[in-house]
DNA sequence: CGATGAATTGACATGACTCAACAACTGTGG
DNA sequence: CCACAGTTGTTGAGTCATGTCAATTCATCG
């Protein structure tokens, strides 16, 4: 499941970083061959089928990830054993942030579709992020969207009533900005995003469906009415 | 009430950030006396009454804030009015990060008590970040730490009955680890950390008190009884 | 001492949870 | 292709927790 790429092919390779179909936004993406030469171990290529486990709370961190494409979904356990998910990870996002400082991995990830992914070792980063100045700044670009997505998640989806949580976090789930569509995911997850019981989130989908304010376009696929959830959020 | 420190004050004078009385975690604590001779505007101290505004989501960041003394709240507003506290900031937290990346900060930080701050100019931030292998490693620590509160609150803030985000709220209010006492903040401004409304917040208060898990020392000081209290939150 | 804002408490309405039955979908083996 | 089991989603009925609105008490400060 892991192919290999040495430091030479990461940026001369066709799996190479320098060459990335999603290099703009890619960690390394503002590396040069000079950069990638103090890389000793290599870059990996990874690929997730849904329900797998990328890493677990507690596991010790020697990797950053970059998810090229898919959706995963990072947990924490609280001490009375209920789950909360706490961020989702998508194309473009960084994965294990959090052990460039304390060693440890902060979350479970696991795999919500197919996942592809690239992983970076520990200390590749943290000697680039002094060496290199692009990536440097990236790297404090990286945890500032984490730290914004963190608050959106408080404020818009850990406040307010069941249905504004819901439309919420329908407006975030299209990938595309301009996209109205969307896979739902499944209603244990949206229960946990939203701190809600499965079954009551099943019961809004519904409501929202007979009300209009999404329609399904075939099993679990949907198309959103955007203004009415907006109106529904400011309501 | 800014009373004003030049760049050579601030590592020989009384104010000075070599000699800070929290120094250990402040954040120009690695510093040395170069990097202070390469920081042009002024390092400044401030402090804030109960009540007064920081500064608010959207001003354009200029300065990096440290906590030195007293607690600030955190706050977004939500597109219905609804306003939620996304983090609480206290002694040697560091306020407006989020600039340094986006030039704008994203909360309106309020004074909940008399608050002393130093504040350093965004200019010298950036660049001994650069330059400074220690300052650079501290700032990531303290994305780090924000971002863990934000998970926190999360889980433990924004998860499960009312008592037990209370009850979780109550075991982070005490200043030192091991004090089990602490002042209580207003109502609103717990529901509006635990997404409940103020009468839910004093019902509950009232009910720890009559059954013992917080005894009031005296108006609105409390102690607790940590263990029930963590029972609680298991349970 | 009175005026003001904060906190408490009560009564009631309602949204969300619980438990349970059932329906829909998925994958497997015959 | 169907039958089946296992999983996931839906829906209903009843309960409980939390929100709402209002009245009252308490604390603070001039």
New interface residues.
Partial sequence: MIKRVTSIQAWNGTADCLNCSIRSSALFSGLTEDDFDLIHEPIEQQTLEPGSVLYKAGDPGRHLYTVRSGLLKMV?Y???G?Q?I?RLGRSTDVLG??M???QHY??EVIALNTSELCRYPKEAVLHL??AN?EL?KD???R??K???E??A????L???SSK?RMANLLLRLPDADDSTKCYLLSREDIGSIL?MTLETASRTISDFKRTGLISEIRHNYIELDVPAL?AV???
């Fill in positions: 924490q609280l001490p009375d209920y909360r706490v942030l959090e460039l400082v304390g902060q979350h992020s002094q100045p440097h790297l404090m670009a945890w500032h984490a730290l914004s963190a608050d998640w408080i404020t818009k850990s406040t307010g504004k701190s907006k959020v400011e309501g």
